[in-house]
Each structure stands twice: as structure tokens, then as C-alpha cells.
């Protein structure tokens, strides 16, 4: 198996809400769940032929060599990868085809392992049947006796199926038994597990019909190949790799797209059906039961569509906390492009080699993990699906000390997916490009009861901040920025974003704009924005767009700044840098104030613009030393303005490519770090920048979401004078 197919398996397992774990056998060492660079390793000896066939009689071979100082590597047969997956707890194990009783095995006694293997290792086992050069009808004849359950998925399809053939849909061969779909292959599984039974079983999933070859077609270059295996000598293990060599020859390559396709199609559904029989262990069955499909996760605080009206009480107490962060919660699969030859982003159209991650994020969790890391008491609210990956996703956020009361999960019914992010960096670390399924916090607003599950934990939770990250809808967005005003905790808005930035200006039919033409400062909604320059230009124009700033409010505050609405280019330049300006960065910013009247413009390499609204009569207007950071002095005595604070903070250190780790939770770290320090009382916010950037730099330094090191901090936090 190729890095990019090995890769491209484990994406497909995680898609379909389960955890891969590839095995086979490194260094003489057998493992179970191999690292990025174990795959990239075990592949290469494959390629180079340097890599043995390890099957259940190898196992202690392979092992015992490694034990006496000479590595070996291996890939597993069906027969190994039972011996090695049931020994870590694993049920179900997808893969290509299976090995079976070979044609002429009355003289040859040619018979794969993997049959007896089936017969005594508790593992079901989802193939495309067996290979289809094997003789079929033997193989089933031998299953049986070893007291294997074979049943094939209907696909579709009504009344009896044929076991397939591998390559073909059809076989000619019915199936001992017909299986509907993975909740009903969980369930066999699983009342199996609970029965003094330690065969294992096999679920055959016949090859995509758009890729499936016909079955007189590829059973004519079958038994050329098997004829010409036989008249050139090749028996025992060479006898397979042989054939379907010949077979790709006959076919004209098509059974390596067949072969392919099914591989993908096979662990696909073997991942859905490991979740499904996750929800049946998870679940209390009682004995007047039948085994369901699909069982919702039982919490006492959570609401079906069918029970939100008499919502039960909460059974986690809802305790009080200074800052209250809504946003997504995801399993984020971070991919390090790993450069090849003089290129250092990864090519288009096709596979790249690369180390892949997989930890806890999303905007909102990083946020709140941030602010909980230095010490703060942080509320975090958030939605998952009733899947395997809502579930590990509540364990970690426990792990991480954030309670998960203000998680609501959506029951099964819903059909909702906890969120997921892809991000695919290059060879320096920066994003190349990034897939985020965030469609859980899309779904309509009815879909969440907030006034009956949300609204309540802002009540008793009294946030002096509340951060709210723009993976919401525009009316998801709406609510949580009014339900924040209504309990006057100040508002902090993460844009996530170009694209998601524009909700914060967005009106529905049901409900107006978190910020609309009468959000103008000192009626503002939203204390404190966070966007990257790209972001900021989405805002910008989303702004302008609808017409905020032909608003009455937003021409009061601009003339009463004394400046053009653009500035002076000569006095933004000398304060921030002839680039940002001819980018129009500090302009944006400024025109911004009126209703967002502190703005943290995340510049990367090129650290932080902070632009901001002072109130009249605050002391930096007068003190000399913040004289090179006060762009304007208000002319009007009209009690809301003051004048305008612009600073351009550089980075707090400037990293080498290879020792940036991740880039991706540094802006969600940053701003982390500034609301703590606010809801803190420590000190303004150009204040605690510096302090951000340091912790953002400890994130860039780590892999995965933020950094595990940030605590570290909170000394420092605590130095810093109120």
C-alpha cells in the first residue's frame, strides 16, 4: 500500500466518524494505529521490496528477529492484522479482499490462513469477499465450518444477493446471508461479543457498481492468469501477486481501479459500522429491548426535537465565570506538507506526502482552552452531533478541565455532524489551504432551543466577557450578541473567517444584525474585534455594503474625530508602515471604530495592529508618553469620543520555518490571552498584547491546537499592573 492510499484510508475513517489505526510491523516491532512517519517508512520498504508478508505464523518471527537487534518491517495479511487488532481491542477491521481456498486445493491443500484465523479471532472483517481468482463456493463450504457468520450487504439491492467477486458485483454465488445496512452489522456484532462465541465474521461489501467489471469479462482473464500462474510454477505466496499482476495485464488496468475503489468502499463502510457498534456499547439496553440501530446520547441536560418544550433539569451545576466563550468545537486534522525537491507547497490534483495530526479545536474551544490555561474561569458553549466524534470530543474537553454543560448535543435524529477542519499547511507552516465542515452551527436556529438551553447558562454563568466566534449563522450570531448585552457582559468577536466575517453585518427575516446602524458607539453590541487583514477587509465591506456607514451615528463619530475618514496617509504611515497603509489596513480600521471600537488586526510575521476608540477624558489623550500612538484628538465635547489609539505592535519573536509547528491556533491563542487579562483587570489592552504574542509564539511552537504550556504563563499575566 502506497503513503497516499494509506493516508487517503485513514481521512476516509475519520470522515465517517471513526478513529484509524493502520497496522503492520516497523523496526521488528508490531503497532497498532501507525504514526505518520512509521507509514511513510513501512511504505517505502514496501516499495523497495524490502518488507516481509507477515501472517498469524510471522507474527513471532518478525517480533522475536526485532527482539535480537535485527529490524525487520512487515505488512499484515487479513490473518495478522486479526491477531494484532484484536489484541488492542479493535472489532472491526476494513480491507480489500480476503484470502480463501484456492483452485485445486483438493491436491494442492492450498488454504489462506485467513479462514482459520476467522474461525478462532473475535474480529469481523469487511472485505469485497474473497479474491476472485480463489475458488468461492470452497471457501464459503470452509467458513462454515469453522463457524464464521458470512453475510453480504444488500447495497441497494432487494431480496437475495451474490457474495461478491471481488472485482465484480456478482459471483453467481447467494450469499448466506443479506445485511442491510452497518446498524444491522453492528448489532450482529455486537450480540455475537455477547455470547460464549470466539469466531470472527465476515461482511462482504461488493465494489462500487461504477468501478464493478463484468463478470464474464474478468472470470476470462481470471483463468488466464490462473493458467499461466500454474504453467509457470508459481505456488504458496508467490501465487497471488503473480495473478494479479496478470489480471491488471489482461484487463487493461481496470482492476486496479476496481481494486481501488473497493479498498476505499470497504473501509468507508467498516468505519460506520465501528460507529454504530460504539453507540450500542455506549448504550444501557434493557432486556425487554431489541438491539436499535442507533441510540442518542443520554444526558439529562440535553433536549430532543420531540422533548424541547419540558426540558429536564440540568444535572452538571452551571457555576459562575468571568468569561463565557460560544463558538465551534471540532477534531481538527492539521496536514504538515512534507516538501519535496525544491517545492515548498504541495502540488494540485494529487496525493502529497505529508504528517498528519489530529487533536481537539476549533475557534471557540481553542479560545476558551486558552483562557482556562491561564487561569481563568472560562464557561465554553458549543454543539456536537450524537456520533463517535461528539463523544471523544466531550471526553477531551473534560480532560482539558471545561465543563461540558454549556455543550449541547444533538440527537441522532438530527442527522447533525460534530464540526471538522482539515488544514492543509506548507512547507513553512502557513496555511495552504483548509476544508472546515462547521454545518452543525449552521442549522437552523429552532434546531438549538437557545432561549431554553443557553440563555440560561449566560444568566448564571454573569460573564464579564462573552467571546462569540462566526461559525454561528448570522442569527446564532444575532442571539448570542444580544443575550450577551442583555446581562452586560461586553462582547469580543472572533471572525474565523473572510467569509463568516460578513455575519457580523448580516440581517435575516427573523432577525437583525449582531451589528446594524444603531450598534454605533455608545450603543455599540460588540466591544473588541480580532480579525486577520483579510478578514478585516471582509468586514470592511460587508459594513459598507449595508450601509452602516452612510448611517447618521457613524458620521457623528467620524467628524467629531477631527480627521478624514480615511486619515492622514503621512501620520499612518509613520505609525504603521508604508505597506499596511497602501494596503489600506489602518483605514479600514479606523472607519470600523464607530461600532467596533477596539480592533486587533492579527498581521502574522508582521505582529498586531491595535486600533482603538478612547472615551473623552482618558489620560493616554494627554500623557506624553502615548503622544507617538494618539492618531486624533476629538474636537467635540459630545461626551461619547475621545480620540483614536494606533499601534503597531511587532512580533514577539521571529521564528525560523522549521520551528514553527502549527500556525493554526496562534490568532485563537492571542486573543485567548487578551480577554483573560481584561476580564482579569490586568491593565489596558496595549498593555497585554505583548503578552499575547508571547503566548501565540508558545502555540506556533506546538503541534496540534494550543499550546499545552501556556499555564506557564499565568506568573506573568499576574505581573502585569492593573
Not at 597 to 604: N, Q
Request: aromatic letters at 4%.
Amino acid at each position: 500500500m502506497s503513503v497516499a492510499l494509506a493516508s487517503l484510508l485513514e481521512t476516509v475513517v475519520r470522515a465517517n466518524g471513526a478513529v484509524p489505526a493502520t497496522i503492520g510491523v516497523v523496526r521488528g516491532v508490531a503497532r497498532v494505529g501507525l504514526a505518520a512517519d512509521e507509514l511513510i517508512e513501512l511504505a517505502s520498504r514496501a516499495e523497495k521490496k524490502d518488507a516481509l508478508k507477515v501472517s498469524r505464523r510471522d507474527l513471532g518471527y518478525i517480533c522475536g528477529l526485532g527482539v535480537a537487534g535485527k529490524p525487520l518491517y512487515g505488512g499484515t495479511t487479513v490473518s495478522g492484522t486479526m491477531v494484532l487488532a484484536h489484541l488492542a481491542g479493535i472489532k472491526v477491521f476494513g480491507t480489500g479482499g480476503l484470502g480463501g481456498v484456492h483452485r485445486g486445493a483438493e491436491s494442492s491443500m492450498d488454504i489462506s490462513a485467513d479462514l482459520t484465523e476467522l474461525g478462532r479471532t473475535p474480529v469481523a472483517v469487511i472485505s469485497s469477499g474473497c479474491k476472485s481468482f480463489l475458488d468461492i463456493p470452497r471457501t464459503l463450504e470452509y467458513l462454515e465450518t469453522e463457524g464464521v457468520c458470512v453475510g453480504t450487504f444488500a447495497d441497494g439491492r432487494q431480496g437475495p444477493v451474490d457474495i461478491p467477486a471481488f472485482f465484480s458485483r456478482d459471483s453467481g454465488i447467494k450469499s448466506p446471508k443479506v445485511i442491510e445496512n452497518e446498524a444491522e452489522a453492528a448489532g450482529i456484532i455486537y450480540a455475537q461479543s455477547r455470547l460464549p462465541i470466539s469466531s470472527g465474521m465476515l461482511f462482504a461489501n461488493p465494489v462500487p457498481v461504477e468501478h464493478s467489471i463484468p463478470q464474464g469479462e474478468i472470470d476470462a482473464a481470471i483463468n488466464e492468469a490462473v493458467h499461466l500462474a500454474e504453467v509457470e510454477g508459481h505456488h504458496g505466496s508467490d501465487n497471488t501477486p503473480y495473478i494479479l499482476a496478470k489480471i491488471k495485464e489482461l484487463s487493461g488496468g481496470r482492476s486496479v481501479a476496481a481494486n481501488r475503489a473497493l479498498v476505499e468502499a470497504n473501509v468507508k463502510r467498516a468505519a460506520r459500522v465501528a460507529v454504530e457498534l460504539s453507540k450500542l456499547e455506549q448504550s444501557t439496553i434493557s432486556s425487554e429491548q431489541h438491539m436499535p440501530a442507533t441510540l442518542p446520547i443520554s444526558r439529562a441536560d440535553q433536549a430532543t426535537s420531540e422533548t424541547k418544550s419540558k426540558l429536564p433539569p440540568r444535572t452538571e451545576p452551571v457555576e459562575r465565570a468571568d468569561i463565557l466563550v460560544a463558538g465551534s468545537l471540532a477534531i481538527d486534522l492539521a496536514c504538515d506538507y512534507v516538501p519535496a525537491a525544491g517545492q515548498t507547497i504541495p502540488a494540485l490534483r494529487t496525493s502529497n506526502p505529508a504528517v498528519i495530526e489530529q487533536s481537539l479545536g476549533g475557534v471557540g474551544h481553542n479560545v476558551a482552552f486558552a483562557s482556562k490555561s491561564l487561569g481563568c474561569s472560562v464557561m465554553f458553549c458549543s454543539v456536537v452531533g450524537d456520533d463517535l466524534s461528539g463523544r471523544a470530543a466531550l471526553a477531551s474537553l473534560q480532560q482539558e478541565g471545561l465543563s461540558t454543560s454549556g455543550v449541547k448535543v444533538l440527537p441522532a435524529t438530527s442527522r447533525a455532524r460534530t464540526a471538522q477542519y482539515v488544514a492543509v499547511n506548507d512547507a513553512t507552516r502557513d496555511l495552504h489551504v483548509a476544508m472546515a465542515d462547521m454545518g452543525i452551527l449552521q442549522l437552523p436556529a429552532e434546531t438549538f432551543d437557545f432561549d431554553g438551553f443557553w440563555e440560561p447558562v449566560v444568566s448564571h454563568t454573569k460573564p464579564k466577557w462573552v467571546v462569540v466566534d462566526a461559525n454561528w449563522s448570522p442569527e446564532l450570531l444575532s442571539k448570542w450578541v444580544a443575550v450577551a448585552n442583555k446581562h452586560s457582559a461586553r462582547v469580543a468577536f472572533e471572525p474565523v473567517s473572510a467569509a463568516k466575517s460578513q455575519f457580523l453585518f448580516k440581517k435575516t427575516p427573523e432577525m437583525e444584525a449582531a451589528v446594524g446602524e444603531s450598534a454605533c458607539v455608545p450603543n455599540n453590541t460588540v466591544s473588541l474585534a480580532a480579525p486577520n487583514e483579510f478578514e478585516l477587509a471582509a468586514m470592511y465591506t460587508a459594513a459598507r455594503e449595508n450601509g452602516l456607514f452612510d448611517s447618521t451615528g457613524w458620521w457623528r463619530v467620524i467628524d467629531s474625530l477631527g480627521m478624514s475618514s480615511s486619515g492622514s496617509r503621512e501620520r499612518l504611515v509613520a505609525m504603521t508602515s508604508a505597506a499596511l497603509v497602501d494596503a489600506g489596513i489602518p483605514q479600514q480600521s479606523i472607519q470600523l471604530l464607530p461600532f467596533l471600537p477596539c480592533i486587533i488586526t492579527k498581521l502574522g510575521a508582521r505582529g498586531a495592529l491595535l486600533t482603538q476608540l478612547l472615551k473623552p477624558g482618558d489620560a493616554r489623550l494627554t500623557d506624553p508618553e502615548y503622544s507617538p500612538y494618539i492618531l486624533s484628538r476629538a474636537t467635540s465635547t459630545d461626551g461619547v469620543t475621545g480620540g483614536v489609539y494606533m499601534r503597531l505592535f511587532p512580533p514577539a519573536a521571529k521564528l525560523a520555518d522549521e520551528a514553527i509547528i502549527s500556525a493554526n491556533g496562534a490568532g485563537d491563542t492571542l486573543l485567548g490571552a487578551v480577554i483573560s487579562g481584561l476580564a482579569a483587570g490586568h491593565g489596558r489592552i496595549e498593555d497585554l498584547l505583548s503578552f499575547a504574542q508571547e503566548a501565540s509564539l508558545l502555540t506556533l511552537k506546538s503541534a496540534g491546537g494550543v499550546s499545552k504550556e501556556l499555564a506557564q504563563l499565568q506568573p506573568r499575566l499576574k505581573d502585569i499592573a492593573p
